[in-house]
């Protein structure tokens, strides 16, 4: 670019320049014309107009910060009761299963009761326990010759033993229990080894 080019695009920055400075300073000067032109009443209704729409904008800010406020205590109330009573539920399902062994302590306790009916009972309720737990997702994991599973079960001990592969759950110690496929006990097991030689 010459010499000449550049004295040229300058001389064309400054007079936009000028242009818009120059509009600025006559809508300024247009504004301050327009407030002059009005008389004192008209100015007096304007800011009384102003002063109405920043009380009534007031007034809904503040309802708003109310409701907001409302709402975050209703939602606080509604998460503490869903800590206190989430079990009720539950909590309902087990109660047939207590009444159930109570009646069943009571009949052990009758000099008519005798060995079958005592293990009937216990079934029985065992039973209505079984379907509670399956209500609410429980399941019971029971891996006796299942491959061992770190993720589901916990070795006690390794037993040699020949008839089954190496790895392999041959005693269930304890069952284990999952809720919603989330693991809540692992199943305490002994595990199959090969015999040494």
Known sequence: MSKDQD???DQDVAEETIEVTG???LASESEAESTEAQTPEELTLLL????AKADSHWDQLVRVQAQMDNLRKRQERDLENAHKF???RFVNEL???RDSLEMGLAAAAEESATIDSLREGTELTL???CDTMEKFNVVQINP???PFDPELHQAMSMMPRSDV????????VQKGYTLNGRLVRPAMVMVSQEEAG
């Not at 009384?48 to 002063?51: F, L, N, P, S, Y």
């Not at 592969?165 to 269930?172: K, R």
């Open 86 to 88: 989430a079990l009720e």
């Open 23 to 25: 509009e600025v300073e």
């Open 95 to 97: 109660l047939p299963v």
């Open 48 to 51: 009384e107009d102003a002063r």
């Open 165 to 172: 592969p190496a790895n392999t759950v041959v005693v269930v």
């Open 7 to 9: 004295q040229v695009s």
């Open 144 to 146: 006796e010759g299942e």
């Open 127 to 129: 039973k209505l326990f």
